[in-house]
């Protein structure tokens, strides 16, 4: 059995390969036609106040003619198109310098994209317009959408001319409201909507009072829709553990202090109860110095206390050992007697 021939194989490899990735993807034709015509029109504003000559140029603006200074402008400008890197724009320019010269020299046609990209090369469409043949996109080639979308293809050879509307805006043409928002100005030529207040689903206007439909959070009292307060429910919508915060049209569950048993609010001011080792001081939970009470905590000889957030340790002092009933110094301890005592570091608490 023979091999398959070469381009068979080549094919099937094609075939075998995952398609290559969006960033790695070449621009559209009409995109790689309209950044080459940008780059034109910037080098020729470069070039505009420029002497192409060399060293003597009040010679060369006497014996050159201004067809020949045109050339040399070109050049410059079709140079500086393309990076040495790009390929595919190299390749372009060389493939259509004969065309970008036709129309440098005859000057007929003032808007280069539409003779070169348009026109010439019938790779782009004019604004407004899409698909194979340029037809107008819904709404027409003047105010696409009425002017509330994007056309589908506007501009190239491609889409199907459908609009995708803006925020705000809904229809084939884009010229009615979408809920949440309500008609400020409708003509003939023009639809303009205007955002709802936040209370309204549906609306009329732009207060609470011109709903038709009050949006989820709000209810409607009397001819207005009204923020419901969550938090003020009999049964409440947090944690034993959290506090409710009222927001417009919605409500937020919020940790309580770690002092807290129990809170209506941020911070240990708005505790309900304090948890063990805290106290109510000044209307908040604050620390109790289990040390400085009347009745001492640490009872065995000695022993010295720490006091701790929320708590308090009981150690005995360097050169002591501790037993059952007391800290009893050691013999190392009675020669260092007369050094002050360290409190033990934090780490060691």
């Not at 500086?80 to 190299?90: A, I, K, Q």
């Not at 307060?229 to 506090?243: I, L, M, S, V, W």
Request: proline share 7%; hydrophobic share 25%; with cysteine.
């Amino acid at each position: 059995m023979r091999p398959p021939p070469a381009a068979a194989l080549g094919l099937l490899l094609l075939l075998l390969l995952p398609p290559a990735p969006l960033a790695s993807r070449k621009p559209a034709p009409c995109q790689r036609c309209r950044t080459l015509v940008d780059k034109f029109n910037q080098g020729m504003a470069s070039t505009a106040k420029k002497n192409f000559g060399g060293g003597n140029t009040a010679w060369e603006e006497k014996t050159l003619s201004k067809y020949e200074f045109s050339e040399i402008r070109l050049l410059e400008i079709i140079e500086g198109l393309c990076e040495t890197s790009d390929f595919d724009c190299n390749q372009m320019v060389e493939q259509q310098e004969e065309h970008l010269e036709a129309w440098w020299l005859k000057k007929e046609h003032p808007d280069l994209f539409e003779w070169f990209c348009v026109q010439t090369l019938k790779v782009c469409c004019s604004p407004g317009t899409y698909g194979p043949d340029c037809q107008a996109c819904q709404g027409g080639s003047k105010r696409p959408c009425s002017g509330n979308g994007h056309c589908s293809g506007d501009g190239s050879r491609q889409g199907d001319g459908t609009c995708k509307c803006h925020p705000g805006y809904q229809g084939p043409l884009c010229i009615d409201c979408a809920n949440g928002y309500f008609s400020s100005l409708r003509n003939e030529t023009h639809s303009v909507c205007t955002v709802c207040d936040e209370s309204c689903k549906t609306c009329s206007g732009p207060s609470n009072r011109d709903c038709r439909e009050c949006e989820v959070g709000w209810v409607r009292v009397e001819d207005s829709c009204l923020d419901v307060d969550e938090c003020a429910a009999d049964t409440p919508p947090c944690a034993d553990t959290q506090y409710c915060e009222n927001l417009s049209g919605s409500f937020l569950c919020e940790e309580c202090d770690s002092t807290c048993v129990g809170c209506t609010g941020k911070g240990p001011a708005k505790c309900k109860e304090c948890v063990s080792g805290y106290s109510k001081e000044s209307g908040q939970c604050a620390d109790i110095d289990e040390c400085s009470l009347t009745e001492k905590v640490c009872t065995r000889k000695n022993e010295n206390c720490y006091n701790t957030p929320g708590s308090f340790v009981c150690v005995c002092p360097e050169g002591f050992e501790e037993t059952e009933d007391a800290c009893v110094q050691t013999a190392e301890g009675e020669v260092t007697e007369e050094t002050p005592t360290q409190p033990p570091s934090r780490e060691d608490l």
